[in-house]
């Protein structure tokens, strides 16, 4: 069949509105019509050619919402119609990642996923006869994929994929890295560096977990307004100080934040968000996602004496067993979703979420097909 799709043809250049050619579904594989998907500073981060893993020619996108419109032999808990989210972090239960109980790092299909193939080791995208690769195991950015089975959490079908497509990525990873990756208690103080998508979902993870003083950091002030919305207490615009941010975070604090949150992909804010921690039992967790060749460092006495350094991907989140619950918990008003939804576009004009992204305008673009 056909797709539409945007793809990355060549790093750094914009997306290419085309028709490709799709394979249909293999044994255990679903074909999904997305109607919408979210644009995650991530795919820009691929896009970039900073990603070690980046591929091209390939489709992007990971935070869709999608409609099941066929399945292929064997699969078992999908069916038609279901509505579905892609996950880029499957969730197999069988492999010894996902029955160690320790993580949602599910490998089942990790190494074909990074290297832009279907769990076969074959692409179901090309153009002209030749091969267009799969991106996160998502590709969200065609209107219609083919994924594995083990890579849909099957959600409500009265939710809104235009809203829930963001539950895909950005608000979950926010979300989760605070409740199920730091596990943030009642009463603790909790620092954010970044309020873009991802951050503005730890300030609300920090508010779900009752967090009683929530500080968010950033440079483009323009994001404080949606971030005291979400329940920062606090607002933090390094630019403003003299000193190092995590020396202004640690006066600010009476000695440093019990816990802290790094969601911008930056090496040196990393260290900022570690050392800001509170000696003996601070906790920093790495979320921003850094390009090739890039290392973190600080002293190692900061780590002997009780900080910690974590780093969440999709927040910990097992996405067949948590996001229809997360579903639930938007359309009972408990998750904000809508709120971080800033422009909405037809796949044709994908390039303007990228550049709004750039410069500091948006928190997300929401496609639609
Ligand atoms: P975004 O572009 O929407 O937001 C980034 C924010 O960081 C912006 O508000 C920007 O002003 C701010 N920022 C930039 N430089 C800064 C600095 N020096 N100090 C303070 N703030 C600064 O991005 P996003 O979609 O929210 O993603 C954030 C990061 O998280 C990216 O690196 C992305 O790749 C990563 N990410 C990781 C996961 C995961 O599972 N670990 C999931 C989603 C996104
Ligand atoms: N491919 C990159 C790393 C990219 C990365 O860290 N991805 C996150 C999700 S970001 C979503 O917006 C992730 O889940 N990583 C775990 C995994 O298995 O990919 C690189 O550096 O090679
Ligand atoms: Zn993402």
């Given at each position: 069949m056909k797709t539409r799709a945007a793809v990355a043809f060549e790093a750094g250049k914009p997306l290419q509105i085309e028709t490709l050619d799709l394979e249909g579904p293999k044994a255990g594989?679903?074909?999904?019509?997305?109607?919408?998907?979210?644009?995650?500073?991530?795919?820009?981060?691929?896009?970039?050619?900073?990603?070690?893993?980046?591929?091209?020619?390939?489709?992007?996108?990971?935070?869709?919402?999608?409609?099941?419109?066929?399945?292929?032999?064997?699969?078992r808990d999908i069916k038609v119609g279901?509505?579905?989210?892609?996950?880029?972090?499957?969730?197999?239960?069988?492999?010894?990642?996902?029955?160690?109980?320790?993580?949602?790092?599910?490998?089942?299909?990790?190494?074909?996923?990074?290297?832009?193939?279907?769990?076969?080791?074959?692409?179901?995208?090309?153009?002209?006869?030749?091969?267009?690769?799969?991106?996160?195991?998502?590709?969200?950015?065609?209107?219609?994929?083919?994924?594995?089975?083990?890579?849909?959490?099957?959600?409500?079908?009265?939710?809104?994929?235009?809203k829930i497509c963001l539950l895909g990525c950005g608000i979950t990873t926010g979300i989760g890295a605070v409740i199920n990756t730091a596990k943030v208690e009642p009463g603790a103080t909790v620092a954010v560096f970044g309020m873009g998508g991802v951050g503005l979902s730890a300030i609300q993870g920090a508010v779900m977990a009752k967090a009683s003083r929530i500080i968010a950091i950033d440079i483009n002030e323009g994001k404080f307004e949606l971030a005291r919305q979400m329940g920062a207490t606090d607002t933090v615009n390094p630019n403003d100080h003299s000193n190092p941010i995590q020396e202004v975070i640690v006066e600010m604090t009476n000695g440093g934040v019990d816990y802290s949150f790094e969601c911008v992909g930056n090496v040196n804010l990393m260290r900022a968000a570690l050392e800001c921690c509170h000696k003996g039992w601070?906790?920093?967790?790495?979320?921003?996602?850094?390009?090739?060749?890039?290392?973190?460092?600080?002293?190692?006495?900061?780590?002997?004496?009780?900080?910690?350094?974590?780093?969440?991907?999709?927040?910990?989140?097992?996405?067949?067993t948590q996001l229809p619950g997360m579903?639930?918990?938007?359309?009972?008003?408990?998750?904000?979703?809508?709120?971080?939804?800033?422009?909405?576009?037809?796949?044709?004009?994908?390039?303007?979420?990228?550049?709004?992204?750039?410069?500091?305008?948006?928190?997300?673009?929401?496609?639609?097909?």
């Open positions: 594989e679903v074909l999904i019509r997305n109607v919408a998907t979210g644009v995650c500073h991530t795919d820009a981060f691929t896009l970039s050619g900073e990603d070690p893993e980046g591929i091209f020619p390939a489709v992007l996108g990971h935070e869709g919402g999608a409609i099941v419109e066929e399945v292929g032999p064997g699969v279901d509505h579905v989210i892609p996950l880029y972090t499957p969730e197999c239960r069988e492999c010894s990642f996902c029955t160690s109980g320790k993580t949602n790092l599910c490998q089942a299909i990790r190494a074909t996923q990074g290297q832009g193939l279907m769990p076969d080791g074959t692409t179901r995208f090309s153009l002209n006869g030749k091969p267009i690769y799969h991106y996160m195991g998502t590709s969200t950015f065609s209107e219609y994929g083919v994924l594995p089975e083990i890579a849909l959490a099957q959600v409500s079908i009265s939710a809104p994929l235009e601070g906790e920093s967790v790495i979320v921003g996602v850094a390009g090739a060749g890039q290392e973190i460092s600080t002293r190692p006495f900061q780590l002997v004496t009780g900080r910690v350094w974590r780093g969440s991907a999709f927040g910990g989140t097992r996405g067949k579903v639930e918990q938007y359309m009972g008003g408990e998750i904000k979703v809508d709120e971080f939804i800033t422009h909405t576009m037809p796949l044709e004009d994908i390039n303007k979420a990228f550049d709004l992204m750039h410069e500091g305008k948006s928190i997300r673009t929401v496609i639609h097909f």
